[in-house]
């Protein structure tokens, strides 16, 4: 591993030798490996989750907004998960997300690394500057309307309002204001 470039992936699944190609359920991408050069972006995914939301700003600095109180620590915290380095190959594309990588052939796990508290590890990641976490409080006006209309439509786009599931039930209580704004909308 030594002067090669590295790119991980990481998952609350333990003992992986090889990343094999799949699709993720909630994101409409093709069967494929998903890695990133950034670390803070592959701890986001130690969970399996409905949303992940982490973005760029121009600079290219990445940050992690609340989209609802303590979102962070409820999600995160006391969660485990396997941090696996990969060697970068040629056949790695980039997307368009920053430091996003797939590619549709399997990846060997050059290392596993034990993350005992992907809270933990995340808030580190913010004492050293690699990420920006923008608080629930610090979330202002605008962001918090957006957020409203953009779970809205999640709901909506999703048919949640008409199923008893995981996601919907998710979105239901995690978002109550937004549920009641699409089953407004929905009432002829």
């Known amino acids: 591993m030594s002067g090669e470039k590295l790119v991980y992936h990481c998952s609350p699944t333990t003992g992986i030798q090889v990343l094999e190609p799949s699709v993720t359920k909630y994101f409409g991408k093709p069967r494929q490996v998903c890695l990133t050069a950034s670390l803070p972006m592959a701890l986001f995914y130690g969970i ?16 992690y907004m609340e989209y609802f109180p303590d979102a962070l620590e409820k999600l995160y915290r006391g969660k485990s998960a396997s941090l696996y380095r990969c060697v970068r190959r040629p056949d790695m594309e980039e997307t368009a997300i920053p430091n996003e990588l797939v590619t549709a052939l ?17 808030l580190d990641q913010e004492r050293s ?10 979330v202002n006006g605008e962001n918090r309307d957006w ?5 809205r439509d999640t709901i909506v786009e999703n048919g949640l ?5 995981p996601f919907a039930r998710y979105m239901q209580e995690t978002y109550p204001e937004s549920w009641a704004l699409a089953a407004r909308e929905e009432q002829p």
């Open 48 to 63: 399996r989750h409905f949303e992940y939301t982490y973005g760029y700003t121009r600079e290219g600095v990445i940050y």
């Open 106 to 122: 399997p990846v060997p796990v050059a290392e596993e690394i034990h993350v005992p508290d992907l809270w933990e590890a995340l």
């Open 129 to 138: 500057g690699a990420l920006r976490i923008i608080r629930w409080p610090e």
């Open 147 to 151: 957020i409203l209309r953009a779970e």
């Open 161 to 165: 309002l008409r199923g008893d599931t």
